[in-house]
């Protein structure tokens, strides 16, 4: 009987020793017969990374955090039978706390398979799905992600089936599928997660989503900072081809399917969806106006989905397990599951996939562990770098959402970003107007010239020059932002800067040395207190007019 040892090949845990781990292992073992070592893709539990697992008669066993100089007494203490005396033991990995308390669906084979070996997918349920879609119609297609009330996980959480029937409708001889995986927001990492761990499970959910359409063309948007993921779909793709499960007759259906992959430029704005057409065809990535909208004039002018790579690789799922089942999971409008990226600090970083409707404060403590520097934790990120800051009250809201944009907040790709009490939110206000300013593409005036205008008022704010007056403009600079902005970049970079004022405004009052003098770390003067309570509650206003 073979014995299987599997160390993962994914980005995360190569950049903390993965490879030497590797070659460590491969060393050992080369003379002794019956074992294979798998290099797997990451489950998502990163304080464990490099995570080694071997197969046992009861299931993988795992051990972690494993380094090189590691192995020698891992082999010595019985790896290769899964034995649990080591230190670094962590029992059967499926019993993992972190690991089973979670509801995986698109993640279901991450960390399980070997991510480019394509009988090892099939073994999975893999293109169970493809091969039910081929025996429906287009319309029976897209009735299908409809009823399973999918939407998008990239930000805008648009339905999937809307967008689908919208490209359907349309009429054009040519139709692209476009894959958004220019994942670019801090603390998330879900999409490159999936494509490292299980590239056939997005190019399955492209190829179905070509034949519910109509296309016959499908591009890859990957970050050129994804050298793993690039290499793990090129051959992922290559061995689909040759498996006829992309090209001419998808297996015989009569389906035509051409796929490939091609690099941004490290451009935030490439994640927008129009900036990335632009890009696509060649041209400098500068955000378009709308209508029309990509499903009926995108790439090159034609009928186009742009949808990123957790909505397509869950496609898959959906046409395996069907709709129904599916949207068995979820709360209210927010149906199935969403995999949080937990990120910042705390003890326990990694991707929990669970239904809507857990609340921030069990991603925080139940699966993140609380805080890593253990000081107490202040603020919360939700939805990326032009999320909204969530302070503790804000904690027990559930993960859905409609929920969340009843607080103003975001939930966006599922990115959760911690911080504990040493954070300056007036830091962090102006990081959101630097960043705008830093990345926008420049096509609008409210985003260009707004950002910059934004961290300067910041630091006026900061440096009690004119308080008053600065915090009301910057109050309408959030407000022209927000509103006269050509795409989300401008138009929600002031939701980290509202929130942080808001909820955090101690921090944007540095006392004068008269008021310090008064008493070592006392609150502001009444004076400067009544200046912030006037600007937040400009600040509330702007946003009900908006």
């Keep these: 009987m073979t014995i299987k040892v599997f160390v993962p090949q994914d980005s995360s845990a190569i950049s903390v020793g993965a490879d030497q781990v590797a070659a460590k292992i491969r060393a050992k073992l080369q003379t002794i017969n019956g074992i294979e070592l798998i290099r797997n893709g990451s489950r998502g539990l990163f304080w464990l990374e490099p995570m080694v697992e071997v197969e046992t008669a009861e299931g993988r066993v795992a051990y972690g955090p494993v ?130 761990a299980d590239p056939f499970g997005l190019i399955e959910g492209m190829t179905i989503a070509a034949i519910a359409v109509g296309a016959d063309k499908g591009y890859i948007y990957l970050r050129e900072e994804y050298p793993h993921a690039h290499q793990r779909l090129n051959e992922a793709i290559e061995k689909a081809f040759d498996a006829n499960l992309l090209g001419d007759d998808v297996l015989g259906s009569g389906h035509n399917f051409d796929l490939e992959v091609r690099l941004g430029a490290k451009s935030y704005i490439c994640g927008e969806e129009t900036a990335l057409l632009e890009s696509l065809e060649g041209k400098r990535g ?39 089942a599916y949207a068995s999971f979820g709360m209210g409008r927010s149906l199935g599951t969403m995999p949080f990226q937990l990120a910042g600090n705390l003890k326990r970083c990694g991707l929990v996939e669970l239904a809507f409707g857990v609340t921030l404060n069990q991603l925080l403590n139940d699966f993140g562990g609380g805080s890593a520097s253990d000081k107490p934790l202040r603020a919360v990120q ?69 950002a910059t205008r934004g961290v300067e008022t910041i630091d006026k704010v900061r440096a009690n020059t004119d ?67 006037i600007s937040i509650d400009s600040i509330k206003k702007a946003g009900t007019s908006s």
């Design 67 to 196: 380094t090189a100089s590691d192995v020698d007494s891992l082999l010595e203490q019985g790896l290769l039978d899964g034995a649990q005396t080591h230190t670094l033991s962590l029992g059967l990995t499926e019993e993992i706390e972190f690991l089973k308390k979670q509801q995986r669906l698109t993640f279901k084979r991450a960390g399980i398979i070997d991510p480019t070996n394509l009988d090892d997918y099939k073994a999975h349920g893999g293109y169970k799905g493809l091969e039910r879609a081929i025996t429906m119609s287009a319309q029976e297609c897209v009735d299908e992600v409809k009823a399973s009330g999918l939407r998008g996980r990239g930000g805008a959480a648009f339905p999937t089936g809307i967008k689908w029937q919208t490209v359907l409708d349309t009429p054009g001889e040519k139709k692209y599928i476009v894959c958004n995986a220019d994942e670019g927001d801090s603390g998330t990492y879900a999409d490159r997660l999936q494509m490292e």
């Design 382 to 450: 939700c939805g990326g770098p032009l999320g909204t800051y969530l302070p503790e009250s804000q904690w027990d809201i559930e993960m859905d959402y409609e929920a969340l944009a009843g607080i103003s907040g975001v939930l966006g790709h599922g990115g959760v970003v911690a911080f504990d009490t040493t954070v300056d939110m007036s830091e962090q206000a102006r990081f959101s107007m630097e960043f705008c300013a830093e990345e926008s593409c420049g096509k609008c005036t409210p985003c260009r010239i707004g």
């Design 286 to 324: 500068e955000v378009r106006a709308k209508p029309p909208l990509p499903a009926i004039e995108g790439l090159f002018g034609k009928p186009t989905v742009v949808n990123n790579v957790l909505s397509l690789s869950t496609i898959s799922i959906i046409f395996e397990q069907g709709a129904e």
């Design 467 to 533: 308080r008053e007056a600065n915090l009301i403009l910057l109050t309408s600079l959030c407000n022209t932002m927000e509103s006269g902005s050509l795409c989300a970049m401008g138009g929600m970079t002031p939701y980290p800067v509202k929130s942080a004022l808001e909820h955090f405004n101690e921090d944007f009052f540095l006392p004068t040395v008269e008021e310090t003098s008064t008493a070592e770390g006392s609150l502001p003067t009444a004076e400067g207190s009544q200046t912030i309570e």
